[in-house]
């Protein structure tokens, strides 16, 4: 069994930067395609970026909502992915989870029920 916890979340103003981090435990962390989603109130979970595994290479894929400027990173040795936002938006306030998953599809087509495996989800709130 996976467990994730993501952790880095709070308050920030419009054009600051956060950093969030998703500790995995359990299973071959290498193995898994981790992604990063987010549920605004209101709205549906959506897909905010992923990173493969790095068996095929750790390629990443955003959102265009995100792309240039949220970095995903991953760290097999730490059993950590992490979610870097630069020039936050109000737009991004949400609540954003940690999941893994074992086929990459979740990643590539941005399929949220391909994930196997989800955080509690942290919030980020970002004020004008």
């Known amino acids: 069994q996976v467990q994730l916890v993501e952790s880095g979340g709070g308050l920030a103003q419009a054009g600051a930067s956060l950093r969030l981090s998703c500790a995995a435990s359990?299973?071959?962390?290498?193995?898994?395609?981790m992604g990063w989603l987010r549920q605004a109130p209101g709205k549906e979970r959506e897909f905010v970026g992923g990173?493969?595994?790095?068996?095929?290479?750790?390629?990443?894929y955003y959102a265009d909502s995100v792309k240039g400027r949220f970095t995903i990173s991953r760290d097999n040795a730490k059993k950590t992915v992490y979610l870097q936002m630069n020039s936050l938006k109000p737009e991004d306030t949400a609540v954003y989870y940690c999941?893994?998953?074992?086929?990459?599809?979740?990643?590539?087509?941005?399929?949220?029920?391909?994930?196997?495996?989800w955080g509690q989800g942290t919030q980020v709130t970002v004020s004008s």
């Open positions: 999941a893994a998953a074992t086929r990459i599809s979740a990643i590539v087509d941005r399929t949220l029920g391909e994930f196997d495996y």
């Open positions: 990173v493969t595994s790095n068996w095929i290479g750790s390629g990443q």
């Open positions: 359990g299973g071959t962390f290498s193995r898994f395609h």
